[in-house]
């Protein structure tokens, strides 16, 4: 069992920026691909970004490339998101999954492709 533990969310003005992180339990987190998603009020979770357990490949949906990047650091057991641009579209409550090591690229956006979630962390935009 792995526990997924978010943090960093919070309220921000529109251009602004956040950094989330993502802190696992697990030692054998180097072995697990990363996502992020959000679910914004009244809408379904959506995928936003993913890494591979190396960190060598990263994907992320389009409407956040050029804006956001997702990262790793194996040895913290921590994955990153960091936030630019930001605007209220943004506002969601964001969450970070772990998968199994052999997911494949194209398969990266599916929410059924995670076995473990955190709780959550909310963040807001104002504009």
């Known amino acids: 069992q792995v526990r997924l533990v978010e943090s960093g969310g919070g309220l921000v003005q529109a251009g602004g920026s956040l950094r989330l992180s993502c802190a696992a339990s697990e030692r054998a987190f180097s072995t697990y691909a990363m996502g992020w998603f959000r679910q914004a009020p009244g809408k379904e979770r959506e995928f936003v970004a993913a890494i591979s357990w190396s960190g060598s490949s990263t994907y992320y949906t389009d409407s956040v490339k050029g804006r956001f990047t997702i990262s790793r650091d194996n040895a913290k057991n921590t994955v990153y998101l960091q936030m630019n641009s930001l605007n209220p579209a943004a506002t969601a409550v964001f969450y970070c999954?772990?998968?199994?090591?052999?997911?494949?690229?194209?398969?990266?956006?599916?929410?059924?492709?995670?076995?473990?979630w955190g709780q959550g962390t909310q963040v807001s935009v104002s504009s």
């Open positions: 999954a772990a998968g199994p090591q052999g997911i494949r690229y194209s398969d990266f956006p599916l929410a059924t492709q995670y076995v473990y």
